[in-house]
């Protein structure tokens, strides 16, 4: 193992499966000369030439289809979102073309392919660039999300969804690029399931279920809570979907109490349908009412103290957890 | 502006001034950590927005993309409301909440401000649509980058426009790069104006770091469509002196290339003709960009001593629930 950063990680995994197959190409804005907007694809121009890593123009309706459409006939495209609020852009491809095709065909036509990007909100981009877009896409029957928040669960997640035979929608975050975490070393082939949770802290008094940005704000407070003398136990998703039930389940019958911390908003948030689930499968392990921690109900605002106030926090989860645990 | 009348070229020179000291200003300002998010600077394009919006009435349409500070300032959004926008303040043109891409100014005929590459041409042309709807005789003036012209939403509204004949320019703003992607690199046409004659619109490409033709240009094409509606092109061909955003170091050009073009400045251009005209002196150019620096410091102190909205009125943005006294 050795300490990389979640933008390393990406590009490994990038490298890795355009290596490995010829099939495999990149195409996005700004991804070839620029090395992408948030250097993930740095390299890989010189590596792999302008054949199968392709700058487009912004079209990201046109370009989005035109992976779907080589999907169609046998490439494994990566199509990359500047960010995932570009991707609205793109809604018709994603939605109706990619995860409708093979049941419309009667079966015929699977659609092997990647979108990527970072998700969510970063830091002042204001309404149009803060979309947290995983609920929308993980409200689809035929596409497949993830949302990793370490370097090695980017890394397995990315070399996985490249692999998948079906739409896959790997969620980055803007704001997780720079972080460090440890990975096997490159000789090592790192593969991580999709529907497949990390318990990324053991604990016994409350499960704190998270993804993405969520996860590094949910362990440091889990670090809190202990001098509180609660335990919190951090139930990373990894993938929103397919879900990892039973990662869950288990957590809830040995702690009793969740809580759950999106990045998305309240309504038909991602929490929604996980609070529905364990309320239906294991009612009678609940101590308490789950609570959801998300963004409020309200277009993302510019100025810094607003934002700050509409996005899930340190101070919102720790109440939320202390409410549950009746503490 | 009334109809006929023509504006101040003086006057016209202190706004380029104004915008570029503005943006120098913010540009030190970010850097300062005052400014947050994406912050996309004009210099260098000043010609190209003081030009149109000279050949327009006050009571015409505009909007813009999200390199909007300039068109802004144009409008005549005070450099307070701009820089206090900025600094994510109540006081700022879309109070504090939609920052430097997303300026709005109502009152002064501004609607944005819009940071979604494309997004924003169609609501041109809906705008467009109001006004002859409406049979009044005002203009839309839509102002884009060439990255546009290869969004869908862009070649949609273009066929909306022609189909309708409804009284539009579209401005295309062709600073030869989107982010790090050259026009050559993007589009497949020689020229973007080319992208007119697909959908039957005339056009005409004008030197951008021209004042004079740049409002000539508009002037023309506004009267003639003012007497009966029509969509009009102009290819205006500019340069951006700074990178993309303040996060971009342009390592994408030379600067041979940049240096080209900083000789050809569009504030030194209008000076040296005024000048030669005999309308400006040395010491009244030296008066005016000494009153520009002077209206941003103000503006910088302004914004800082603002307020900003208190965190529970957010709630009073999400939904319109009638006009707020
Ligand atoms: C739909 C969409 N895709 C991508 C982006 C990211 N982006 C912001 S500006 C830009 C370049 C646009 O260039 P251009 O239209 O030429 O305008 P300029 O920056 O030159 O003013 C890109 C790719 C975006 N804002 N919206």
């Known amino acids: 193992m050795r300490e ?324 | 502006m009334q109809p006929g009348e023509q504006r101040d070229e003086v006057e016209m020179l202190s706004l380029m001034l104004l915008i570029r000291r503005f943006e120098e200003r913010a540009s030190q300002q970010y850097q300062a950590q005052k400014i947050g998010g994406f912050c996309h600077l004009y210099i260098g394009q000043e010609a190209v927005v003081t030009g149109a919006l000279a050949a327009v009435r006050d009571d015409d349409y505009v909007i813009t993309a999200y390199r909007d500070h300039a068109h802004a300032l144009a409008r005549g959004t005070s450099a307070d409301a701009c820089m206090a926008e900025l600094f994510g303040k109540e006081t700022g043109c879309s109070r504090g909440l939609g920052g430097s891409m997303h300026f709005f100014d109502r009152k002064n005929h501004m609607y944005g401000g819009h940071a979604i590459v494309g997004a924003h041409v169609p609501l041109a042309v809906g705008m467009a649509f109001a006004i002859k709807y409406r049979d009044e005789d005002r203009v839309t003036l839509c102002f884009f980058g060439d990255g546009a012209i290869n969004q869908g939403s862009f070649h949609e509204a273009l066929n909306l426009a022609a189909l309708y004949k409804l009284p539009i320019v579209f401005i295309c703003e062709n600073n030869l790069f989107a982010m790090g992607t050259s026009v050559k690199r993007s589009t497949s046409l020689k020229q973007i104006i080319d992208r007119a004659e697909g959908y039957d619109i005339p056009g005409e490409i004008v030197d951008g770091m021209n004042f004079r033709e740049v409002r000539d240009k508009v002037a023309e094409i506004v009267d003639s469509i003012r007497k009966e509606a029509h969509p009009a092109f102009l290819e205006v061909r500019t340069y951006r002196y700074r990178g993309h955003s303040m996060s971009d170091p342009a390592s994408y050009r030379t600067k041979q290339e940049l240096e080209k073009y900083r000789l050809d400045d569009p504030i030194t251009r209008l000076r040296a003709q005024l000048t030669r005209e005999g309308k400006l002196t040395n010491e009244q150019f030296d008066m005016l960009d000494k009153r520009a620096k002077e209206t941003v410091l103000a503006a910088v102190k302004f914004a800082e001593k603002s307020p900003q909205m208190p965190v529970e009125e957010v709630y009073d943005y999400v939904y319109f629930n009638g006009a707020k006294e």
Do not use: W
Request: glycine share 6%; net charge negative; aromatic share 8%.
């Open chain 1, 4 to 327: 990389i950063t979640y933008r390393q990680a990406l590009n490994e995994a990038l490298a890795e499966e355009l290596e490995r197959d010829p099939n495999v190409f990149l195409m996005g804005e700004e991804v070839a000369e620029y090395h992408g907007a948030y250097k993930v694809s740095q390299g890989l121009l010189e590596r792999f030439g302008p054949r199968r890593i392709i700058d487009t123009p912004i079209s990201e309706n046109g370009f989005a289809g035109l992976g779907i459409g080589a999907a169609m006939v046998g490439l494994r495209p990566i199509i990359e979102f500047m960010t995932f609020s570009f991707s609205l852009v793109a809604f018709d491809q994603v939605v109706n073309n990619a995860p409708n095709m093979f049941l419309m065909s009667g079966g015929q036509f699977n659609i092997p392919i990647t979108f990527r990007g970072p998700n969510g909100p970063a830091h002042q981009l204001a309404a149009t660039h803060s979309h947290a877009t995983e609920n929308f896409y993980a409200s689809v029957p035929g596409l497949k999300v993830c949302a990793p928040a370490t370097p090695r669960d980017a890394k397995g997640l990315l070399k996985t969804a490249v692999r998948d035979d079906n739409p896959v929608l790997v969620l980055e975050a803007e704001l997780l690029y720079s972080s460090k975490g440890m990975v096997e070393p490159p000789d090592e082939e790192l593969l991580i399931p999709l529907g497949k949770a990390d318990v990324k802290r053991e604990g016994s008094d409350v499960s704190v279920i998270c993804y993405a940005q969520t996860v590094p704000l949910a362990l440091k407070v889990a670090a809190q809570l202990e001098e509180e003398d609660i335990s919190a136990e951090i139930v990373d998703l990894r993938s929103i979907k397919p879900l990892d039930e039973k990662t869950i389940f288990d957590s809830v019958a040995k702690t009793h109490r969740v809580v759950i911390v999106e990045q998305d908003h309240p309504f038909c948030g991602v929490g929604a349908e996980i609070c529905y689930r364990i309320q239906k499968n294991i009612f009678d392990a609940l101590d308490a009412p789950i609570l959801r921690v998300s963004q409020e109900d309200v277009p993302m605002p510019y100025n810094e103290r607003l934002e700050k106030s509409v996005l899930p926090n340190a101070d919102k989860l720790f109440a939320a957890v202390k409410q549950v645990c009746y503490a």
